[in-house]
């Protein structure tokens, strides 16, 4: 991250890491990664999913580690010079795994229970956002395609619309966000957040309202009670499926 002659221009790094994740593997552990190895090479199958290993400890490993490996980045971004002017977006893909905690959510990764869907999302930018808030906003990750496009003053192809909404108005200048339903879909399973409101259908074909904030375990089916609601957020979700290809089988 040195400065040079095009400093004065957008830049955008996108650094995905793969740890905490499985295969449970964290630095000087060459010996389980070679049985690991041997064992997709005699052709055994599901062999990354590593159900045999990892632990707590192991977790809180790999957990450091991605944190050691983030703090570097913001080393360097500080000896560039371009820390304070330098906007900052670190989250998560998905809900937790098998050695994360949850609580008080219900689900994990795979699911569309707030447990598999929602994640910390971390946002630093000194020179024009207040360090130390802390925001309840539900949104998801298309939010912020749209976001950084519009920070870095492009505009994204009108034959090709985005899926998100900038949230730009709303972290610079504290502008209320526009209403709008948030959909996801996986392995048979389905969701779709309307302000308060979550519809969700597992894969056993039930129909479920959830009030999220009043409920965030979902744990209390207002399905029954609120038969109107359901019926309209389900056609809604169903409106933005039709515009998507199918999803894979298997």
């Not at 957990?63 to 906007?87: C, F, I, K, P």
């Not at 699911?111 to 309840?136: D, F, K, M, N, Y």
């Not at 526009?178 to 389905?190: C, I, K, Q, S, Y």
């Amino acid at each position: 991250m040195g400065r040079g002659a095009d400093d004065d221009k957008p830049w955008l790094l996108n650094l995905n890491f793969t740890t905490p994740h499985w295969p449970w593997l964290a630095d000087g552990d060459e010996e389980e990664s070679a049985r690991l190895t041997a064992r997709i090479k005699a052709g055994e199958k599901g062999v990354l999913n590593h159900l045999d290993g990892g632990s707590l400890a192991k977790y809180k490993e790999m957990v450091e580690d991605l944190d050691r490996s983030v703090g570097e980045v913001l080393a360097a971004l500080r000896r560039s010079g371009q820390e304070r002017d330098t906007l900052v977006f670190f989250a998560s893909d998905n809900g937790g795994e098998r050695w994360s905690y949850q609580w008080p959510l219900t689900g994990a990764k795979f699911s569309l229970h707030e447990g598999g869907i929602r994640v910390p999302t971390i946002v630093r930018w000194p020179a024009r956002l207040a360090p130390g808030q802390v925001s309840h906003e539900p949104v998801f990750t298309p939010d912020w395609t749209a976001t950084l496009l519009e920070l870095g003053g492009a505009r994204p192809d009108p034959a090709h619309p985005l899926d998100g909404t900038s949230l730009a108005p709303y972290l610079l200048h504290g502008e209320r966000l526009p209403e709008r339903e948030l959909f996801w879909r996986v392995r048979g399973e389905r969701a779709l957040r309307s302000g308060e409101w979550k519809y969700y259908r597992g894969q056993n074909g039930k129909d479920q309202l959830f009030n999220i904030p009043a409920d965030p375990r979902e744990q209390a089916d207002r399905a029954g009670a609120e038969k109107e609601l359901v019926a309209r957020l389900r056609t809604a979700w169903e409106k933005v499926d039709a515009t998507l290809l199918p999803y894979p089988e298997g």
